[in-house]
């Protein structure tokens, strides 16, 4: 395909994107996949998928919240809880809590939070966002939806609504997904299990 024709392709991409995603914020985003994943669907719009099913990611990476360069393949070996969050997102504020607690006790048992901060046009609300409720991990900016058009292959389990949670396994692997506004019971039962893996 020629750059003329994906620059034409792109704003339409990003538009339906933007669709999807504003039809999901604030009602707990029941939307679900199509096409072939091989997941198993779980209860409450959380997905699992088994070991032997499980795709990589495409690359995500950025600039950060506060400018600094993240690269989420730097950090294969670990679990790594992605949380797509936008400050303008009532059910984002609602979780929010319960991710800053569950990353601060997860973190010695290998497991690294980071944020994709989206459809905020300026870091200074999403910075805010992150000092009112004690978000020490980083969060990758992207505001107009890059990274969750780019970041994952078609077919795997990828965010489609605000907020989605994306846990990858330790060998960087989609292992998990929520559509929803999660409590921290619901985050523990969707990380706890891969910590165990082996």
Partial sequence: ?????????????????????????GDGGASGGGGQTNYIAGDGGISTVPKQDRRLPNELKGETL????LDIAHLKGKVVVMNVWGSWCPPCRAEAPAFAKVA??????????????????????????????????????????????????????NPQTIPSTIVLDRDGKVAARALKALSEEDLR????????EK
């Fill in 1 to 25: 395909m020629s750059l003329s024709r994906i620059r034409a392709a792109l704003p339409v991409t990003l538009v339906t994107l933007g669709a999807l995603l504003l039809s999901a914020c």
């Fill in 66 to 69: 506060d400018g600094k360069q």
């Fill in 104 to 157: 601060k006790e997860t973190k010695a048992e290998g497991v690294e939070f980071v944020g994709i901060n989206t459809r905020d046009a300026k870091r200074e609300p999403a910075i805010a966002f992150e000092k009112n409720y004690s978000v020490e991990y980083p969060s990758l900016y992207d505001p107009i939806g890059k990274l969750l058009v780019n970041g994952f292959p078609k077919g795997s389990l």
């Fill in 189 to 196: 039962d969707m990380i706890d299990p891969l910590i165990r």
